[in-house]
């Protein structure tokens, strides 16, 4: 059972423009959430995180947003680059000590068209 | 250069062979991991050596070996492998575990298996 879900497999968007790409959890007990980047023959690079305790981080161009009561968190990219090409892992994971686990997301393409 | 160093890239082994794949960080990060990603799934953690002692296995077949001599290295010994076991096998590591601040990751291990 999936326990973190990025329903939609691709997105494309207008360099210039908004990119928002959505995440859902169903782990009550995660409270950190990351965003990773990916690019082709490169591991995934750590983007921007949030802990439970906030509602929105914010790190130049990229916005995470988290809303608890409906267990679902967004990435907004602002404005949208040809370089932001890329796929998105949203990832989830419980904090206190002995936690090791990171939970990913099948991860959702993002395609900025110039 | 993302600080974790994956070798090889790319490895094709049939069946009845046995080799290894080796990961080295020198980021002074006292947890490392392999993580399996295959074709449409979300990346799924194998195994996560803190300070040299493997702290989760989860439920990993046994051809899959990993070893962690030090906390700079870690390897994954494979033996016997099944076709299905094709995948992209990234290793990570991270100061301690879960954490705001993520994990590091390699840029990975292509391994078809023949």
């Known amino acids: 059972d999936q326990q973190v879900k990025q329903n939609s497999p691709s997105l494309s968007v207008q360099e210039g423009r908004i990119s928002i790409l959505n995440c859902d959890y169903t782990n009550s007990m995660f409270d950190y959430f990351l965003w990773y980047k990916k690019y082709p023959a490169e591991g995934p690079t750590f983007l921007i995180s949030i802990s439970s305790i906030k509602d929105k981080n914010e790190d130049g161009r990229f916005t995470v947003f988290l809303n608890k009561s409906a267990k679902h968190l967004s990435l907004h990219i602002v404005p949208s680059q040809p370089g932001d090409s890329a796929v998105y892992f949203c990832?989830?994971?419980?904090?206190?000590?002995?936690?090791?686990?990171?939970?990913f997301g099948k991860g959702t393409k993002l395609s900025v068209i110039p | 250069e993302t600080g974790v160093t994956q070798t090889p890239r790319h490895l094709v082994m049939g069946m009845t062979n046995k080799k290894s794949l080796k990961c080295e960080q020198h980021l002074g990060h006292n947890a490392m991991y392999w993580y399996k990603q295959s074709a449409k799934k979300p990346l799924e953690l194998m195994f996560v050596y803190s300070l040299e002692e493997r702290v989760e296995n989860n439920s990993v077949p046994s051809r899959f070996s990993p070893e962690c001599p030090n906390s700079s290295h870690l390897f994954l010994h494979l033996h016997t492998l099944q076709p299905e076991d094709s995948a992209l096998y990234l290793c990570a590591s991270s100061r301690e575990g879960a954490s705001l601040r993520g994990y590091t990751f390699g840029s990975g291990t292509r391994l078809t298996v023949v």
């Open positions: 990832a989830a994971s419980s904090s206190g000590a002995g936690s090791y686990q990171l939970t």
